[in-house]
């Protein structure tokens, strides 16, 4: 049931990337363009998202398992450190250059473009980067 | 601030939030689990993370999601406007910058906020800044359209 209920909320999240317009990288970089031709859409998806998520999310913070009885995992980390906020910035810098982030790469993944493979192969890299420079730092 | 009307898509982005807001609800009703992307993928990366299935089975369901929309509907328009280098700087940045920052437009923007997450917010602030003072200064100061 769990597998059934994490492929249908990431079809779901696809669709919605789809429908919204997110997964389209010159309307999210006519949403970036403040002083250009400003698209504001993308913002509308910011509200129908958290409008609809709020509750379920503000609930979960008071559960200890999930309806289908599985553990709830939230993130436990509340210091606002130089990691969160420069990595926030570095991703946004990249976010401005191309138009996409991590959901809209995989949902477009199979649509065929040469650069929607580009770039996933580059955010796939600067992942394990990362990881890499993280099991550095912990010897 | 000049507002590009004839491309304004208010009902339809409106409408893909709140299927965005359906996905992460269930998610984290139904799993337990945050609908955020970048940490999914990353988890993945590593070696010795739990769950891999249901991360798994939540990224295929997103990687189908064109080819299920395709069944209904003309697939939307996509248009890149990056060539390759563009691309490769930004993928890296994307990738890097996220696993940082622990979250992306999902993790942080939708699921991070929805709970009222300190941490999210600040995160969310950060990104959209440096996506709209990247677009700026690309395509205002120095005249490159990626």
Redesign the interface.
Known sequence: ???L???????????????????????V??F???????????A???????????R??????Q?S????G??????I????DP?????????????????????P???????G?W??L??????????????ALEIKRSY | MNVDWLNFTPWSSLAGGVLIGLAASLFVVANGRIAGISGLIGSLLQRGSEGVSEKALFLVGLLISPLVWGLFATRPQIEFQSGWFGLIVAGVLVGIGTRYGSGCTSGHGVCGISRLSPRSMVATICFMFSGFATVFILRHLLGIWT
């Open positions: 049931m769990i597998k209920t994490a492929l249908i909320a990431g079809l779901l999240f696809g669709l919605g990337l789809l429908l919204a317009g997110m997964a389209n990288p010159s309307k970089l006519a970036l363009d403040l002083t250009g031709a400003w698209d504001p859409s993308l509308l998806v910011m509200v129908g998202a958290i409008g609809i998520s709020i379920p999310l503000t609930w979960a913070r559960q398992s999930s309806l289908l599985r553990p709830m995992q939230l993130p980390r509340r210091e606002l990691r969160l906020i420069g990595g926030s910035l570095l991703f946004g810098i990249g976010w401005g250059i191309a138009g996409i982030c991590p959901g790469a995989v949902a477009i993944l199979l649509t473009s650069q929607v580009i770039f996933m192969l580059a955010m796939l890299a600067g992942m394990l980067l990362f990881t």
